[in-house]
């Protein structure tokens, strides 16, 4: 198996048994960028064909999508077989949604060239190559189609639960490589898209308090798959040092994603 292959089946593996969890905890919490990363898609008219929601998880990209653009195919891709079985509930109360499993990163050919619009909430950041997953949705839009893309960026908060744990973690891992974020824009236009819109959307968001946030983030969040891969004792001494540092009582914040808009 190659690198990237491993890098993806951990990835799957890390979502499975998460998804419940980020259904219940996360997508409530993520929904302003969801709605304002399909909003984007209505700024202006889109040709014919289906909308592709890659990284899709559970799939609520779709409610929004099904209320704004009524009457489109609307179909999901996620790699996680339980984030699909969930996708596929949500898909199941419109009549032409559709959820499948399969690698977000580099798109089927069938879709090439096909897609009225591609958008995507927090998926991007998790694939292996970024960058290159980013060509490959613009290679899946026609002629006038939209892309638009939240993803989490190297820091979303300066103060806050995301900034903590991203503190605590690099004192015990090597620091992840970033330099994908800077050939997103690169990617996109060698692809022929021009950018319509690059910027930060900041939303509030709460947590009960802070053991509440960092037993959902390891167990149904971003630090499933490093939780199930460093085991037990790992994130234990994580957690010590996490409620060790963090406030006491309701945690209020107010992380920023990128939003990166381009058509066709």
Do not use: K, N
């Not at 929601?53 to 195919?73: A, I, Q």
């Not at 996620?78 to 032409?96: I, K, T």
């Not at 927090?122 to 006038?144: I, K, T």
């Not at 990617?187 to 960092?214: K, N, Q």
């Amino acid at each position: 198996m190659t690198e990237h292959a491993e890098r993806l089946a951990r990835v799957a593996r890390g979502w499975d048994e998460a998804a419940d969890g980020y259904e219940a905890y996360y997508v409530p919490r993520f929904a302003p960028w969801v709605a304002s990363a399909v909003r984007a898609l209505t700024h202006g008219p889109l040709p014919e064909g289906p909308v592709l929601v890659p990284c899709c998880g559970t799939f609520p990209e779709l409610d929004v999508l099904s209320e704004h653009l009524p009457g489109r195919e609307i179909v999901g891709i996620d790699l996680s077989a339980g984030m699909v079985r969930l996708a596929r509930e949500r898909a199941a109360r419109h009549r032409q949604a559709s959820a499948v499993q399969g690698d977000a990163s580099t798109l089927d050919p069938r879709w090439s060239g096909r897609c009225a619009a591609v958008v995507s909430v927090f998926g991007l950041q998790q694939l292996p190559e970024p960058d290159l997953a980013l060509r490959s949705w613009a290679g899946a839009l026609r002629p006038g189609g939209r892309l638009s893309v939240v993803f989490w960026p190297d820091s979303a908060e300066d103060d806050g639960p995301f900034a903590l744990i991203a503190d605590v973690l690099r004192a015990r891992l090597p620091a992840e490589d970033s330099s994908w974020e800077r050939r997103l824009l690169p990617a996109s236009t060698a692809h022929g898209l021009v950018i319509e819109r690059d910027e930060y959307l900041s939303y509030p968001m709460s947590h009960p308090d802070a053991t509440t946030f960092f037993d959902a983030h390891t167990r149904s969040g971003p630090l499933r798959a490093l939780a199930e891969t460093r085991g037990e004792a790992f994130v234990d001494r994580l957690r010590e040092e996490f409620l060790h540092r963090a406030p006491a009582g309701e945690w209020h914040h107010q992380p920023r994603a990128r939003h990166i808009v381009a058509r066709c």
